[in-house]
């Protein structure tokens, strides 16, 4: 079963800097990834889904995925304090595994 | 737009009694989830389902047991609830076709005392 490992654990950022998540998976079984946001204990919020090596961006997110080294990150461009929650990956599969998560705080 | 929709969004149960969990999807999804999110574990599928009248043992099925009657509605029971099963849980849709989206409920927190 696919396993997924998300570092760091925790994130402190200024506002306006970049801020730079990763997420590694144990095997090539997947073909592609989402990255979620959740703030608080809340539903789950869909930032990016990629579906092939290279980049995909949506707004300020862009998720980079790179099969071979089994590693997807997620890069958020000019956060902001609103975008202090908990990042999680996970592959898009049938039976959906996630990591552990990532808690970004953005200081103003 | 989709919606997974989950009753109750709070409860507090007693050490022994029995919880059911409730989950609506709107979107027509073959495919739904229950998961339950603690602090330093993430998020941990208990059941999931690919149809009416399947359910699927997830990573952590012990102490939890899953009905599907219909494509809208998975339920989650917890026949004996105890106090480690105070989590927040989260019911998803999915569709296996295609991208494979998939949707979260709003999330259950249940305190079990």
């Known amino acids: 079963q696919q396993k997924v490992q998300q570092s760091p654990e925790s994130l402190t950022v200024s506002e306006g800097a970049m801020a730079s998540l990763n997420c590694t998976f144990s095997?090539?079984?997947?073909?592609?990834f989402r990255w979620y946001r959740q703030h608080s204990a809340k539903g789950l919020e869909v930032l990016v889904s990629?579906?092939?090596?290279g980049e995909k961006e949506e707004g300020r997110f862009t998720a980079h995925l790179n099969r071979a080294n089994l590693h997807v990150s997620l890069h958020i461009r000019e956060p902001q304090p609103s975008d202090s929650a908990v990042y999680l990956c996970?592959?898009?599969?049938?039976?959906?595994?996630f990591g552990t998560g990532t808690r970004l705080q953005v200081l103003p | 737009e989709a919606a997974v929709t989950q009753s109750p969004r709070n409860k507090v149960a007693v050490t022994g009694g029995k919880v059911t969990l409730s989950c609506n999807q709107t979107?027509?999804?073959?495919?739904m989830y229950w998961y339950r999110q603690d602090t330093g574990h993430g998020l941990r599928l208990i059941h999931y389902?690919?149809?009416?009248?399947?359910?699927e043992k997830g990573d952590i099925p012990d102490g939890y047991k899953a009905s599907r009657p219909s494509q809208e509605n998975f339920s989650l029971i917890l026949e004996l609830a105890t106090p480690s099963q105070t989590s927040v849980y989260f019911c998803?849709?999915?569709?296996?076709?295609?991208?494979?989206?998939?949707?979260f409920g709003p999330g259950t927190r249940l305190t079990v005392l």
């Open positions: 979107n027509n999804h073959n495919n």
């Open positions: 998803a849709s999915g569709d296996a076709r295609g991208a494979f989206e998939q949707y």
């Open positions: 389902s690919y149809g009416a009248g399947s359910t």
């Open positions: 095997d090539g079984t997947s073909n592609n």
């Open positions: 996970a592959p898009n599969t049938n039976k959906v595994v």
């Open positions: 990629i579906f092939s090596d």
